[in-house]
C-alpha cells in the first residue's frame, strides 16, 4: 500500500508540476505527516525532489526528470477501457483516436493485464441516451470541442425556448459535459458563464485569436453548482393531492425521487385508503401534464386552477370515450 502511494505521489508531481504538502494530502487522502514522511523516503530513493517554503512554496521534481514507474494494475487497466468506451469519443470525432490510443495501451501491457481489458470490453458496455430518446443529433460537437481544446473564441447562432428563439452569442468556451446522453457546452458570455445545449446550436465560426481561461477555473465543481441550483429552482410551488395506494406505489417511477421523497414526509392518510400529500411541482402546467401520468389515481385538491385544468383533462378524455 505504501509502495503504491509513492509511486502515487511521484506521479502527481510529474503531471501537475509543483504542489504544497496539503495539496498532496489531499489527493493521496493521507495526513501532511505522512506526505512528509514519503517526501523523505523518496529522497533516500535518490529521486531529485525538492521543496520551497513560502506561501508560493511547495514540493516539485527537477526539470526534466520522468519516471518510468506507469505500469497499470488489473483494476487500473480495467478502469482505463471503461473511461473510453467508443460512443462520446465517435461524437467528439476522436473515435478512431481513441481506439489507435487503446490498441497501444494493449500491446504496451503484460497478457494477463490485456486480458482484464478485453473481458472489460466483453462484460459492459455504455449507452447513454434514455430509453424515449434516440439521442440527439450533435453536428457542431466536433467544432465546438476543437474550440474548447484551442482556447478559440467563437460566434454561434442558437436556438432557444424563449423569444426570440434564435440568437446569436459570441462566447469563450470552457468545456463540454456529457449528461444523460446530451451535451452542453459551459461558455462565458460577456461577464457570465453560462450553458448551451450542443444540440441546439444552429451554427459556429471559429473566431481569431484565444481567449483567457480564468486560472483555477473547475468543470466538475461548475457543473455540480449548476446542477444544484437547477434543482433548487426546479420545484417552486406545492399542490395538494389525494392519492390512492396504487398511486402512491407508481409515483416514484413515474413523477421522480424528489416527488416521492416529498410524498412520503407529508402523508397523511383518509378514512377510504386514499392519502393526502403535498407534492412539490415547476408549474400549473408542467404540474397538469405530468399529474395526468397517474390518471384516476391522483386527485388534485389544490391550487385551484391546477384543479380546473385537471378537471377540463378529464371531461375532454370522458367525451372521447363515450
Known amino acids: 500500500m505504501r509502495a503504491s502511494r509513492l509511486v502515487s505521489l511521484l506521479l502527481l508531481l510529474q503531471t501537475r508540476g509543483r504542489m504544497t504538502a496539503q495539496q498532496l494530502a489531499d489527493e493521496l487522502e493521507v495526513s501532511v505527516r505522512t506526505v512528509y514522511r514519503d517526501v523523505e523516503s523518496l529522497h533516500a530513493a535518490g529521486i531529485p525532489l525538492y521543496g520551497d517554503a513560502g506561501p508560493a512554496g511547495g514540493y516539485r521534481l527537477l526539470d526534466g526528470y520522468r519516471?518510468?514507474?506507469?505500469g497499470l494494475s488489473a483494476d487500473e487497466a480495467r478502469a482505463l477501457f471503461l473511461g473510453a468506451l467508443p460512443g462520446p469519443a465517435a461524437e467528439l470525432g476522436l473515435g478512431a483516436v481513441a481506439a489507435a490510443a487503446q490498441l497501444k495501451v494493449r500491446a504496451a501491457l503484460p497478457a494477463e493485464l490485456r486480458?482484464?481489458?478485453?473481458r472489460?470490453?466483453?462484460?459492459?458496455?455504455?449507452?447513454?441516451?434514455?430509453?424515449?430518446?434516440e439521442g440527439e443529433e450533435v453536428p457542431h460537437l466536433p467544432a465546438v470541442a476543437d474550440a474548447v481544446w484551442s482556447r478559440r473564441p467563437i460566434r454561434i447562432r442558437y436556438r432557444r425556448w424563449q423569444a426570440p428563439t434564435e440568437v446569436e452569442r459570441h462566447l469563450a468556451p470552457y468545456g463540454l459535459v456529457l449528461k444523460a446522453g446530451r451535451w452542453y457546452l459551459v461558455a462565458r458570455s460577456g461577464p457570465d458563464v453560462r450553458t448551451y445545449r450542443v444540440d441546439q446550436i444552429l451554427e459556429v465560426q471559429l473566431l481569431d485569436g484565444e481567449f483567457e481561461r480564468p486560472e483555477g477555473f473547475d468543470l466538475a465543481a461548475f457543473w455540480r453548482e449548476y446542477v444544484a441550483d437547477f434543482h433548487a429552482r426546479l420545484h417552486q410551488g406545492q399542490a395538494l393531492v389525494?392519492?390512492?395506494?396504487?398511486?402512491?406505489?407508481?409515483l416514484p417511477g413515474l413523477l421522480g425521487r424528489v416527488v416521492a421523497e416529498a410524498v412520503a414526509a407529508s402523508v397523511r392518510p383518509d378514512r377510504d385508503g386514499w392519502c393526502r400529500a403535498v407534492v412539490p411541482i415547476e408549474s400549473v402546467d408542467h404540474a397538469h401534464t405530468e399529474f395526468l401520468k397517474l390518471g384516476a389515481e391522483l386527485e388534485v385538491l389544490e391550487p385551484a386552477d391546477l384543479r380546473d385544468r385537471m378537471a377540463a383533462s378529464a371531461r375532454a378524455l370522458a367525451g372521447l370515450y363515450r
Not at 115 to 118: E, I, V
Not at 120 to 133: A, V
Open 67 to 70: 519516471t518510468r514507474l506507469t
Open 115 to 118: 486480458d482484464h481489458m478485453a
Open 120 to 133: 472489460s470490453q466483453e462484460r459492459f458496455h455504455l449507452d447513454t441516451p434514455g430509453w424515449y430518446s
Open 242 to 250: 389525494r392519492l390512492s395506494p396504487r398511486g402512491v406505489e407508481r
